[in-house]
């Protein structure tokens, strides 16, 4: 897709975390490019191996990043519109809540949270784990939303990882930046 094409909507930054549905962000980057975004990929360190980052780079025509820049590095990063986190990670969404920025991705995270840019958090991992009863999971998601972040986590609906599907995550998307203006 043309890089004038996938701008229309703007700058989109999807951020990625090590959980088995990573693989599904290929899918998303494409539904989110046929929306019309210009889709930036961000990658916690450890959802690195979970995905082929040659091809995340090919499809969304930009360095896929995982790691700080390096002092004197150019910042080729355009100012995001907005942020979808797919899949979040149980870790992430609670370094997150906490304001903890230990890598690339919290980081902007925090640094979008703060200004109040529309963000969608998708976490994704299995019913039954253990994770998805674990006390602090919805002290962090209320948080987040208190936030004003936008958290879809329905996993009687998309059983059994919350794998929500990309256009219904796009449709959130839209929800909100209407809410927001």
């Not at 990658?43 to 820049?69: C, I, N, Y």
């Not at 998601?141 to 990882?161: A, C, F, N, S, W």
Request: with cysteine.
């Amino acid at each position: 897709m043309a890089a004038a094409e996938q701008s229309r909507r703007g700058v989109m930054y999807l951020v990625s975390c090590a959980t088995s549905s990573t693989p599904l962000i290929y899918d998303y980057v494409s539904a989110a490019q046929t929306a019309g975004w210009d889709v930036h990929v961000l990658l916690t360190p450890s959802a690195r191996p979970f995905v082929d980052e040659s091809r995340l780079a090919a499809m969304s025509g930009h360095k896929v990043w995982s790691e700080f820049q390096r002092p004197g590095e150019l910042d080729i990063w355009p100012p995001a519109d907005v942020v979808v986190v797919f899949p979040a990670s149980f870790n992430t969404l609670g370094k997150w809540a906490m304001g903890i920025s230990d890598t690339f991705a919290l980081s902007w995270l925090n640094h979008y949270t703060g200004l109040r840019k529309p963000i969608v958090a998708v976490p994704c991992f299995r019913t039954g784990s253990g994770l998805d009863t674990h006390p602090a999971l919805a002290r962090n998601l209320r948080l987040l939303r208190r936030y004003g972040i936008r958290v879809i986590y329905e996993p009687e609906t998309y059983p059994p990882k919350n794998q929500v599907p990309p256009s219904v995550i796009l449709a959130a998307l839209d929800e909100l930046i209407a809410q927001k203006q």
